[in-house]
């Protein structure tokens, strides 16, 4: 007979490090990653799948985190805001270009919105095929799930605008230098 | 606000699932995506004594795209039959609808079948299945038994299903031949409940006439209602059927309720203003696959 518990134990990798911990049922995620691990970059607003400031990554998949309970991330992998950067290989660590364009567009300002929009956009930018231009109905969808009070949104999606076009210069340098060396060869 | 306490069980097959509903009693609630659940929770609106989680089943995750319709198993998110080209191929009013399920985040989580289990009258899917006139598997201790849209929803957030039960799978008969369907919606923000949504099939003769014109409606009734608007357009040449009577014909057979959102009579607007756009659609959708 399967039991039937108010605390049970759970192992989940947390931004790449595993983790253990014994929490109680009724935890959400958010409460598990603000409370349990610390991870307070995790910001918990309507708590109820409305505004998306808690959306983290659920096995890379955006998910609000006050939405699912901690003990259904056994198993599983979680990214918060805190995982988005990369290391550089020399102890410092490389912003995710949406986090990038986030400081180059101004696109907040009190910041409490922030985690969820870079965790959504993040994930949808490294979803797509970054050598083709981004459309503003692909920006419109992944701006769409999450609410900010401050900034109107204008520069939210000229950070995606941003984000997205830096990953198409990353994503084709050949290319790129081929179509210039053809248009010096025009002239 | 934080859920109510609680206890939890996570199953790994439908018999030990039924076992534990069994036990538990009234109290106990299965989840499956949670992203109407927990809500719910949070916001203390329910408060089940044991939640049964389903997600360790395994094999529930299937969507099976045959000649006859779709079946959509309890796991699957909205997210996947959304990305499924077989299941579109047969029944598109499902990437359709799925589609106008809520943000992509929501979407990664939240399952079709729970969705329909949840019976919310403003719900994308439990449109669909009525206007497909699809049916649930439900198993019960006693075995398992098919349930039919119509003796499914009984309520707002009730269904016909009580007891120890859990709903496997959702199926969505194939699209008919020489028919189009479209599904559209108005809500003050994408991703927001509709304040009124139509979903509809039309279907033409050799000749290419109306023969049937069909529509669902979101946040209209209590339950999902399925009109038949045939009369208004039956035996009209595709190209020039006269679309905006069917609206009409619609508008007067609706009876939604007003509140916060709407009134009655904005609703009942929609109602034929949206039947008349997307049967135009899905009448464009059948001349093609006609010709």
Request: charged share 20%; with cysteine; aromatic share 4%.
């Amino acid at each position: 007979m399967t039991e039937v518990r108010t605390e049970r134990a759970i192992s989940v990798v947390v931004n790449g490090v595993p983790r253990e911990a014994t929490v109680p049922v009724r935890w959400l995620l958010s409460d598990a990653l603000r409370h349990g691990f610390g991870l307070t970059g995790t910001h918990v607003g309507c708590e109820h799948g409305v505004c998306g400031a808690c959306t983290v990554l659920v096995d890379g998949q955006p998910t609000r985190s006050c939405l699912v309970l901690a003990v259904q991330v056994d198993g599983r992998e979680v990214t918060t805001v805190e995982g988005l950067s990369r290391s550089d290989h020399q102890g410092g660590q490389v912003l995710h270009p949406i986090q990038e364009a986030f400081r180059e567009c101004h696109a907040l300002q009190c910041g409490f919105c922030t985690p969820g929009f870079l965790t959504t956009i993040a994930a949808g930018l490294d979803a797509r095929d970054p050598s083709v231009e981004i459309t503003e109905e692909e920006v419109d969808e992944m701006v769409g799930g999450n609410l900010c009070r401050c900034t109107g949104y204008a520069n939210i999606k000229k950070a995606c605008r941003h984000a997205a076009a830096t990953m198409r210069e990353a994503a084709t340098p050949t290319e790129m230098a081929i179509s210039a060396g053809d248009e010096e060869a025009g002239r | 606000m934080k859920p109510a306490p609680f206890s939890y069980a996570d199953p790994t097959s439908v018999e030990e699932a039924l076992d534990v509903l069994t036990a538990e009693g009234e109290g106990a609630k299965v989840l499956a995506g949670g992203q109407s659940l927990l809500p719910l929770l949070s916001m203390r609106l329910a408060a089940p004594t044991t939640l049964v989680d389903i997600n360790r089943v395994p094999g529930l995750d299937q969507i099976s795209a045959g000649p006859d319709g779709v079946r959509v198993g309890a796991l699957v998110r909205h997210a996947q039959l959304l990305a499924s080209a077989e299941a579109a191929g047969v029944q598109p009013l499902l990437g359709r609808a799925t589609a106008n399920v809520a943000h992509p985040a929501i979407r990664n989580r939240g399952t079709t079948v729970g969705s329909i289990a949840h019976a919310d009258p403003s719900g994308e899917m439990t449109a669909v299945l009525a206007l497909t006139d699809g049916s649930v598997t439900v198993a019960t201790p006693d075995g398992r038994e098919t349930v039919g849209w119509a003796d499914f929803f009984l309520g707002p957030l009730e269904t016909s299903v009580h007891g120890p039960a859990v709903v496997l799978d959702a199926f969505f008969p194939a699209l008919p031949e020489r028919s189009g369907t479209a599904f559209a919606e108005i809500s003050r923000r994408k991703g927001d409940y509709a304040v009124c949504g139509a979903g509809v099939v039309v279907t033409l003769d050799d000749d290419r006439r109306v023969s049937s014109a069909r529509a669902a409606y979101l946040s209209v009734g209590l339950v999902p209602e399925v009109h038949d608007l045939t009369d208004a357009v039956v035996g009209q040449p595709v190209d020039s059927a006269d679309w905006a009577a069917a609206g009409e014909l619609a508008r007067g057979k609706v009876d939604p309720d007003g509140d916060l959102h709407a009134s009655a009579d904005y609703r009942r607007l929609l109602v034929a203003t949206l039947t008349a756009r997307t049967l135009a659609d899905a009448g464009a959708e059948a001349a093609r696959r006609t010709a």
